[in-house]
């Protein structure tokens, strides 16, 4: 299967939503603790299973997460360590880019989420506690979302509803938001330690999954969020990143500071489908193929991306 070696820690993987070969990662020099950047725009060959860089731009400050524009093939958003929110144009060569630096953060910026049935605006989550909305063509965000007691490690757009978002953050909460409101509309007490990452079910608008420092996932229906509607117990330490299906209801993938990466059907008893180790440091990044069903990408601190189709080892050549 594809890999590629990045000269930094990978932090962010995401399948372009127009190229069913295309692909970006966010990385960071030392850890995102202290230094440069890079963004990797990545192309699977359709002969061989390599993947190819088509461009790179390079930060002063480490790139945490990215996001795809759901209305422009090119365009990339990158969430930036030093506060800024960055978009760039791919059909640009690098010295034109970024096209836009945003910078109204006052701390990191640890996610970002390009809202796909609007496709004109994006979410960023920062350690500053807020969660900001923007447009492409706007120079300030639309609204500033301050409730976290918290850093605010990831927002998430509602599939289906175009206003409506949720956000995990370190003051263990879960909260959904309507754009349309004045404050969040729910405040779900998910997990007794930090949430470092949710997601939406992309079949069902009404379930929210979570992932924490507890190791645990938990799959929540905002329709009666007293306990959650299954528990996901197998990664022997914090959950960095989950993500649903784009193909299959039941399905979710996640990633984890146990260095692997998990495959799940949250309605089966054994929930655990598959669990790839194939990372030799922290697994932070993983997404799944919105237009190849069944195919996965991860990268981890141990500065490598792989790509694999579901059931097949990623490691294998």
């Known amino acids: 299967m594809p890999v590629f070696k990045t000269p930094f ?12 070969s295309r692909l970006a990662v966010a990385t960071a020099q030392n850890f995102g603790i202290l230094g440069n950047g890079r963004i ?4 699977l060959s359709p002969t061989a299973p390599t993947l190819s860089q088509l461009v790179s731009f390079d930060t002063a400050d480490g790139v945490y997460d990215l996001s795809w524009s759901e209305s422009h093939d090119s365009l990339l958003v990158a969430a930036i360590a030093d506060g800024s929110v960055k978009i760039y144009d791919t059909a640009l060569p690098p010295t034109a880019n970024p096209i836009r630096s945003l910078h109204e953060h006052t701390r990191e910026v640890h996610s970002t989420d390009y809202n796909p049935t609007r496709r004109d605006s994006f979410l960023t989550a920062s350690w500053d506690d807020t969660i900001k909305l923007w ?29 409506v978002f949720c956000s995990a ?8 938001w309507d754009v349309r409101e004045a404050g969040s509309t729910m405040i779900i007490p998910a997990h007794e330690f930090e949430i470092l990452a949710c997601d939406w079910n992309k079949y ?19 329709r009666n969020y007293r306990v959650p509607i299954a528990v996901l117990n197998g990664h022997g330490y914090a959950v ?49 193929s919105v237009l190849v069903d ?15 189709q579901q059931g097949m080892d990623p490691r294998a050549v």
Request: with cysteine.
């Open 135 to 163: 447009t492409v063509d706007r120079p300030t965000s639309v609204r500033t979302f301050k409730e976290h007691a918290y850093c605010v490690y990831n927002a998430a757009w509602n599939p289906r509803h175009s206003d």
């Open 40 to 43: 990797h725009v990545l192309d």
């Open 169 to 176: 953050s370190g003051d263990c909460t879960l909260r959904i």
């Open 294 to 308: 069944g195919l996965l990408a991860s990268t981890g601190w141990d500065e490598l991306v792989y790509v694999w």
């Open 240 to 288: 960095r990143r989950v993500k649903f299906s784009p193909h299959r209801r039941n399905v979710l993938a996640s990633c984890s500071y146990d260095m692997t990466a998990c495959l799940w059907d949250f309605m089966v008893e054994d929930a655990l489908v598959a669990r790839y180790d194939h990372h030799t440091e922290f697994a932070v990044g993983v997404d799944m």
């Open 204 to 222: 069902d608008d009404c379930v929210i999954a979570s992932a924490s420092v507890d190791k645990s996932i938990k799959l929540w229906d905002v």
């Open 9 to 20: 820690n990978g932090y962010s993987v995401k399948f372009s939503p127009f190229y069913e």
